[in-house]
């Protein structure tokens, strides 16, 4: 009778079955596709997911980007958000692809229940997942960016450490190479939805809580420069639109919480050739709303020296409204600003 071991325990490496010899047997088999070098896959069994440090881990430093999962898991209440959770970490921490199935209805055990759950994570992003308790096989299917992947793992540092402080695990990994056919005719559309604003979640919840994150890392990142830098002012131009109002709440904020008066922000309004009175008055009723210093600079002046100085044709009233006839004026704003913040030795926001 042959007997039935542990792949990290049995002697050999290969293995004859059904008349091929020598297949490739172990837990430390990376399969390379042929033709797709960046497809490189290694499979998993159950519980190796459940482990404090599974095998795709070292699988991941090794080369694989999708790791497989084929699980006997049975189905109690709670377990399906558990074994989301799991698969969701261990593809954002592998920085891979991670394809996990269970059993379903089809398992042959009569004691237990089975749900037949398949996920598809994306470095920590769900691509797919099947219906559960489903009496009818199943197939999910999901585009994975291995690119993106393999360009993550690059700008993290951490990655290539741990490939440093692991190398001698690392060694002991094979790579079985696939010979398979990849459909490369026609048009291969993505079943993947991109979101069009990828830094906007489309969900409200999702979007309150990310103008949150944003919103706070702003405060701080400005109170912590303030602090650190020993300045009391800052200076910002406001405009009347949303840019510098979003700007100016931000450094109100900071001001707040570093128990300092609002009136050291020094909000200058800085009328150009196509200021409206609207966003003038605008400008002037949120810098009095929110305690702040308020000024005004005419920057039209200096701006029709400018001209005249590099040959507009503006500067001989001629209506040429073009590129260069917008950035004299933002490059004058930008010129008064930071001398402002030299003679008030304030910041710029």
């Known amino acids: 009778m042959p007997l039935i071991t542990p792949a990290a325990s049995s002697p050999s490496d290969a293995v004859d079955l059904l008349g091929q010899e020598g297949i490739p047997f172990g837990n430390r088999l990376i399969f390379q596709v042929a033709g797709l070098e960046d497809f490189r896959f290694f499979v998993e069994i159950c519980e190796d997911l459940w482990a404090p440090i599974p095998p795709s881990s070292y699988a991941a430093l090794a080369g694989a980007t999708v790791l497989v999962n084929l699980s006997a898991s049975n189905i109690n209440v709670g377990k ?29 055990t009569t004691d237990l229940a089975w749900d037949g759950q398949a996920l598809i994570y994306e470095n920590g992003t769900r691509i797919a997942e099947s219906q559960r308790f489903q009496y009818t096989s199943q197939l999910i299917t999901g585009d994975i960016d291995l690119d993106r992947l393999i360009q993550d793992r ?12 692991h ?38 919840s999702r979007k309150d809580q990310r103008c949150y994150e944003v919103y706070q890392i702003q405060v701080q990142g400005l109170a912590k420069r303030l ?23 931000v450094a109100a904020r900071a001001m707040d919480i570093m128990g300092r008066s609002r ?9 150009g050739f196509a200021s409206s009175e609207r966003t ?14 308020r000024k005004e600079i005419d920057i039209r002046p200096s701006s029709m020296q400018m001209f005249e100085d590099i040959g507009h044709p503006y500067a001989k009233g001629e209506p040429v409204y073009d590129i260069t006839f917008e950035n004299v004026q933002a ?16 910041l710029v926001v």
């Open 227 to 249: 602090q650190f830098t020993g300045v009391d002012k800052v200076v910002i131009g406001i405009s009347g639109g949303l840019d510098s109002t979003h700007a100016l709440i």
């Open 280 to 293: 003038m008055d605008q400008a002037r009723r949120l810098l009095d709303a929110l305690g702040c210093t």
């Open 263 to 271: 009136s050291n922000i020094l909000g200058y309004i800085l009328p």
């Open 80 to 108: 399906a958000g558990y074994r989301r959770e799991l698969v969701a970490n261990q593809s954002a921490r592998c920085l891979a692809a991670y394809l996990y199935t269970a059993a379903g209805f089809g398992e042959s």
């Open 331 to 346: 490059g004058e704003r930008t010129n008064h600003l930071f001398r402002l913040a030299n003679h008030h030795n304030g």
């Open 154 to 165: 690059m700008r993290q540092n951490s990655f290539s450490q741990s490939i440093r402080q």
């Open 167 to 204: 190398r001698d695990e690392l060694a002991q990994f094979r790579t079985v190479r696939i010979e398979t056919r990849i459909p490369r005719e026609g048009n291969l559309f993505l079943d993947r939805t991109y979101e069009r604003f990828p830094f906007v979640p489309s969900d409200p």
